[in-house]
């Protein structure tokens, strides 16, 4: 029997969603090329189970590149490059086409000198850094990549916003097709997590948020709409929040300082300016056979045992990095599609009949 209540959840393939990303791109001016390249490191993103950096982010891109914040068209070019290394600048184009770039030629280095190193400036939000990362281990190869990203972290024993959520992955390559993909922000959450839980009209667990006068805060909208910030990963200083405020601080150091990028609060506020990003990324592809032998066997053997270890709930088994998503893609490929709350399936239809493109169907 119908409750006549309305589920807070549908179902859109991806497909769909990736047709629609690309539609409301390319009306506002994109070229197909760009449009696609971002439309599927969103649609990679929800898939994967990262909320907080996919389909919720358009109506962000599509500003940028509405408002002349962003290229619409163009490439990277490299400014300096040795045999492993390259300084390129991104050119203000949209984040997946320069962070394609960079990974491709840090994998192209990789590949004579076991080793390449990429830093760009001048990029701008690029979405997940697994995306990047995975790029790499689709050639057997470790790929690293970060980058900093609009100042919304307090530093430990300080008030204000000085420090991105600067995310760090590192993706291995494991054998039979598995992998370590380690992709995370250094702080507490990603700040899309925050953009979600007040779209889903919930609170903010305790210890991710401080209000603009740096008191714990469970409101979204003090992070989101206000002056709030968010904590460091590990949170205040008793509970470690320092060391997560240190990783904050080595992703400018190796992104915005070594690129010659912005960094920490002089980066842009990503809703609330008119400034270009110039934002610092960093992109690293490695050989593991320059180094022992067998690497993807014994990483392999390292996450069997790990995940063989008796789990303190048995409902709970142990996980390594990557498995959270793994099972979240099998999810959405056996329910035929990704889940997204109505709320924002609801401001994506408002978003298609202000560019007067088709809206997503649902299943």
């Not at 600067?166 to 995370?184: E, R």
């Not at 690293?284 to 993807?296: K, L, W």
């Given at each position: 029997?119908?409750?006549?209540?309305?589920?807070?959840?549908?179902?859109?393939?991806?497909e769909?969603?990736?047709?629609?990303?690309?539609?409301?791109?390319?009306?506002?001016?994109?070229?197909?090329?760009q449009?696609?390249?971002?439309?599927n490191?969103?649609?990679?993103a929800?898939?994967?189970?990262?909320?907080?950096?996919?389909l919720?982010?358009l109506?962000?891109?599509?500003?940028?590149?509405?408002?002349?914040?962003?290229?619409?068209?163009?490439?990277?070019?490299?400014?300096?490059?040795?045999g492993a290394?390259?300084?390129?600048?991104?050119?203000?184009?949209?984040?997946?086409?320069?962070?394609?770039?960079?990974?491709?030629?840090a994998?192209k280095k990789?590949?004579?000198?076991?080793?390449?190193?990429?830093?760009?400036?001048?990029s701008?939000?690029?979405?997940?850094?697994?995306?990047?990362?995975?790029?790499?281990?689709?050639?057997?190869?470790?790929?690293i990549?970060?980058?900093?990203?609009?100042?919304?972290?307090?530093?430990?024993r300080?008030?204000?916003?000085?420090?991105?959520?600067?995310?760090?992955?590192v993706?291995?390559?494991?054998?039979?097709?598995?992998?370590?993909?380690?992709?995370?922000?250094?702080?507490?959450?990603?700040?899309?997590?925050?953009?979600?839980?007040?779209?889903?009209?919930?609170?903010?667990?305790?210890?991710?948020?401080?209000?603009?006068?740096?008191?714990?805060?469970?409101?979204?909208?003090?992070?989101?709409?206000?002056?709030?910030?968010?904590?460091?990963?590990?949170?205040?200083?008793?509970?470690?929040g320092?060391k997560?405020?240190?990783l904050?601080?080595?992703?400018?150091?190796?992104?915005?300082?070594?690129g010659?990028?912005?960094?920490?609060?002089?980066?842009?506020?990503w809703?609330?300016?008119?400034?270009k990003?110039?934002?610092?990324?960093?992109?690293?592809?490695?050989?593991?056979?320059?180094?022992?032998?067998?690497?993807?066997?014994?990483?392999?053997?390292f996450?069997?045992?790990?995940?063989?270890?008796?789990?303190?709930?048995?409902?709970?088994?142990?996980?390594?990095a990557g498995?959270?998503?793994?099972?979240?893609?099998?999810?959405?490929?056996?329910?035929?599609?990704?889940p997204?709350?109505?709320?924002?399936?609801?401001?994506?239809n408002?978003?298609?009949?202000?560019?007067?493109?088709?809206?997503?169907?649902q299943?």
């Amino acid at each position: 029997m119908s409750t006549g209540k309305t589920p807070d959840y549908v179902r859109i393939k991806k497909e769909e969603v990736l047709k629609f990303c690309e539609a409301c791109m390319q009306t506002v001016g994109t070229e197909e090329d760009q449009s696609r390249q971002l439309s599927n490191v969103l649609v990679e993103a929800d898939y994967r189970g990262h909320f907080s950096h996919g389909l919720n982010r358009l109506p962000f891109y599509v500003r940028d590149i509405r408002e002349g914040i962003t290229e619409k068209q163009g490439t990277s070019v490299i400014l300096k490059q040795s045999g492993a290394t390259a300084w390129v600048d991104g050119r203000n184009m949209l984040g997946p086409m320069v962070g394609n770039f960079c990974m491709d030629l840090a994998i192209k280095k990789a590949k004579d000198a076991g080793i390449g190193w990429v830093v760009a400036k001048g990029s701008s939000h690029y979405g997940i850094a697994g995306w990047y990362s995975m790029r790499a281990l689709e050639q057997g190869m470790i790929g690293i990549s970060m980058t900093n990203s609009t100042p919304i972290v307090t530093p430990t024993r300080a008030k204000g916003r000085i420090l991105g959520t600067s995310p760090i992955c590192v993706a291995a390559p494991a054998k039979d097709g598995d992998s370590f993909v380690l992709d995370m922000a250094t702080s507490s959450v990603a700040s899309g997590k925050i953009e979600m839980l007040k779209w889903q009209n919930e609170r903010i667990p305790n210890g991710w948020c401080l209000d603009s006068d740096g008191k714990p805060t469970d409101d979204p909208s003090e992070v989101v709409d206000r002056d709030g910030s968010m904590q460091p990963l590990g949170g205040s200083e008793i509970t470690g929040g320092y060391k997560g405020y240190g990783l904050s601080t080595l992703v400018d150091v190796l992104c915005g300082i070594l690129g010659g990028a912005a960094y920490g609060p002089n980066v842009r506020l990503w809703t609330r300016s008119n400034e270009k990003p110039n934002l610092g990324q960093m992109f690293a592809a490695i050989d593991p056979a320059r180094f022992c032998g067998d690497f993807e066997g014994r990483l392999s053997d390292f996450m069997g045992i790990l995940r063989g270890l008796e789990p303190a709930d048995p409902d709970k088994p142990v996980l390594v990095a990557g498995d959270p998503e793994r099972q979240h893609m099998a999810k959405v490929d056996s329910e035929g599609g990704i889940p997204y709350h109505r709320n924002l399936v609801d401001s994506m239809n408002k978003l298609a009949t202000e560019l007067g493109v088709t809206p997503m169907k649902q299943e």
